[in-house]
C-alpha cells in the first residue's frame, strides 16, 4: 500500500505564509503526477496546483502568483509554500499522487487532509 502524510497547516493572519507538506512511502516504483486540492465548508473540493516529476506547474487561477509548488523526487515528497494568504484561502487541503505502483500500474492516492485557517 501507499500512504501520505501531510503536514504544515495552521492558523495564520491575513498576508501570511504557510508551507505544506505531504510525503509518500509505501510500495512505489514511480511518482507521476504530485498536487494539492482544498475544500472549504460548503464548497467543491478544487485543484489548486499539480506538478509533474520533471517539475512542470499548473496552478488555479485563484492561487496564482501567490502559492508555489515544488517536488523532492528522492524524498518522494511535494510541498505548497503559501504567501498573501487571504481568508478566502481558509480550507482542507488534500494532498494527491499519482503514483506507478508497478511497472503496468498507475493508481491514485489521497492524503487524510490538513487545516489552513486564515483569519484576523
Known amino acids: 500500500q501507499v500512504q501520505l502524510v501531510e503536514s504544515g497547516g495552521g492558523l495564520v493572519q491575513p498576508g501570511g505564509s504557510l508551507r505544506l507538506s505531504c510525503a509518500a512511502s509505501g510500495s512505489i516504483f514511480t511518482i507521476r503526477d504530485m498536487g494539492w486540492y482544498r475544500q472549504a465548508p460548503g464548497k467543491q473540493r478544487e485543484l489548486v496546483a499539480v506538478i509533474a516529476r520533471d517539475g512542470s506547474p499548473v496552478y488555479a487561477d485563484s492561487v496564482k502568483g501567490r502559492f508555489t509548488i515544488s517536488r523532492d523526487n528522492a524524498k518522494n515528497t511535494v510541498y505548497l509554500q503559501m504567501d498573501s494568504l487571504k481568508p478566502e484561502d481558509t480550507a482542507a487541503y488534500y494532498c494527491?499522487?499519482?503514483?506507478?505502483?508497478?511497472?503496468?500500474?498507475?493508481?491514485?492516492?489521497w492524503g487524510q487532509g490538513t487545516q489552513v485557517t486564515v483569519s484576523s
Open positions: 494527491n499522487v499519482a503514483a506507478l505502483i508497478t511497472q503496468w500500474t498507475l493508481k491514485d492516492y
